[in-house]
């Protein structure tokens, strides 16, 4: 029988010592300082970019670790990877110049100094720091600082990613390794892909991971469910939100937590996650993490608009803190070669245009000739009396909302072959542009058109339009 011995890593007092020697080695990509008080121990953050190179194009990457205080390889694996940003690698250096990193190893260095299983879930007060987050943030009456710390550094950088670290706390302990999953049910990345190509990063060595298939069972999201019958044919989870799902619901960032056993495959995957990152996505159109898409109706999105990560940050933000004051319909049927996306944000013209639920395209496109900007006719040009608006909700009677960081209102074809013809915004034909006009993305067998609308070309209703040319398959019973 193994005696149970606590895993050691940096002492505590040493730490900042630990993740000094990162800026000395590289000052002008490392700065580390001090963001907090946990007990008597200081709270470390390092930052690590490429200060020669302009920051507005940076996507923010926000590593924790620890937040439990004794799980190690957390804090290990972290420290890995403050090791290797501080080197002259060429990949790190390459990870720099494109990402601001933002690493806080050991954000819980009271409960971390007890050396002990009891301290856990508790820190001097005997608060569990990981769950002392709620939804709208950490409990900030000081008896948390561990999570107060954290949701400052969310709030300051609003990440586009951000990776909590976790793991074991004893020699010799196993945890099965995993990528988003967790006790809390929202603790997981909504991008699938990501997660998928992480896990495959860390196969590499040969070590079993563990995912959400191996349980064959769904999420229960009725929230008006009271049926235990039904409710224990469905995944349990914890209640709730800690610092990954804050980030999630405030800042629309795609994050979730990591279970590491051995620091050389956990490093593997957050190495893969920085690459990610870095690398030019076909469905995204710029390089990075995919969390544009802001309101999705099927295949039609209201996405961030900019040509730079910042301008990019500012708009997806502000889109997501007005998400359900925004209408998104389309034109109904769909026929292929012309797809038309409604986006609202006044409730009054709404009402007007569309009604309770639905109405003929046509007679909308005769109601909006009295709003400014529009070319009416050149729309109804396109729509015969079969279309009509299908609308994903009605907006509430009230007070109109402003987009003031501009939109992009992406319109799926689902042909790979799909040539566009023409792009109409409230019936004024637009030209390609990246910030005003339109751009085209390939992804797959799809053909994606972003309609990029600045802020001074947002207004409270509108139609984004595309006519295109394409190949379908053979209809009909098909014989042999």
């Not at 300051?156 to 967790?182: F, K, T």
């Not at 909700?393 to 009230?398: N, P, R, W």
Request: charged share 25%.
């Amino acid at each position: 029988m193994k005696k149970f011995k606590v895993r050691q890593s940096v002492p505590v007092e040493q730490i900042g010592e630990y993740m000094n020697e990162w800026q000395c080695k590289k000052p002008n990509c490392v700065k580390v300082d001090v963001i907090g008080k946990s007990g008597i121990y200081d709270i470390y953050r390092a930052v690590f970019t490429d200060t020669d190179v302009p920051d507005e194009n940076k996507q923010n990457v926000l590593v924790i670790a620890q937040h439990s205080g004794m799980e190690i390889t957390g804090m290990t694996t972290a420290m890995s990877l403050g090791n290797f940003l501080a080197s002259d690698n060429k990949e790190a250096e390459e990870f720099l110049k494109k990402l601001k990193i933002v690493l806080v190893p050991c954000p819980n260095p009271y409960s971390y100094s007890k050396q002990s299983p009891e301290f856990q879930f508790r820190n001097e007060a005997g608060i569990d720091e990981y769950t002392a987050f709620g939804y709208e943030g950490a409990r900030m009456d000081g008896k948390a600082p561990a999570a107060e710390a954290i949701q400052k550094l969310i709030d300051e950088y609003n990440p586009e990613l951000l990776l909590d670290l976790h793991g074991i706390w004893g020699e010799n302990q196993l945890v099965i390794e995993s990528c988003g999953n967790s006790a809390f049910a929202h603790n997981k990345f909504y991008n699938t892909a990501l997660e998928r190509r992480l896990l495959s990063a860390g196969d590499k060595y040969g070590i079993g991971q563990y995912d959400n298939d191996f349980r064959q069972e769904l999420r229960q999201t009725d929230r008006g469910c009271t049926d235990e019958e039904i409710n224990a044919r469905f995944m349990p989870s914890a209640k709730g939100a800690v610092a990954p799902v804050y980030s999630y619901v405030k800042y629309h960032t795609i994050a979730a937590s990591y279970e590491i056993a051995w620091e050389q495959s956990g490093l593997e995957k957050v190495l893969e996650a920085l690459r990610a990152g870095c690398e030019v996505n076909d469905y995204e159109y710029y390089s990075g993490y995919p969390t544009r898409t802001v309101i999705s109706y099927g295949h039609n999105f209201v996405r961030a608009w900019g040509d730079t990560a910042e301008k990019r940050r500012k708009s997806r933000i502000e889109l997501w803190e007005k998400r359900n004051k925004i209408l998104v319909g389309i034109s109904h049927p769909e026929y292929p070669g012309l797809s038309a996306v409604i986006v609202s944000t006044s409730p009054k013209l709404s009402d007007k245009h569309i009604g309770n639920y639905y109405r003929p395209m046509r007679e909308v496109c005769e109601n909006m000739k009295s709003q400014p900007g529009v070319n009416a006719d050149s729309m109804m040009e396109l729509f015969d009396d079969f279309y009509e608006t299908f609308a994903m909700a009605s907006l509430e009677l009230g007070k109109q909302t402003e987009i003031v960081n501009g939109m992009t209102v992406r319109i799926g074809i689902p042909f790979k072959d799909a040539k566009v013809r023409k792009v109409l915004y409230n019936g004024i034909e637009w030209s390609p542009g990246e910030l005003e006009g339109y751009t085209v993305t390939k992804s797959g067998s799809w053909v994606f058109v972003d309609v990029n609308v600045p802020p001074d070309k947002v207004v409270p209703f509108a139609i984004a339009m595309v006519k295109y040319d394409c190949t379908t398959p053979k209809c009909g019973i098909i014989e042999f």
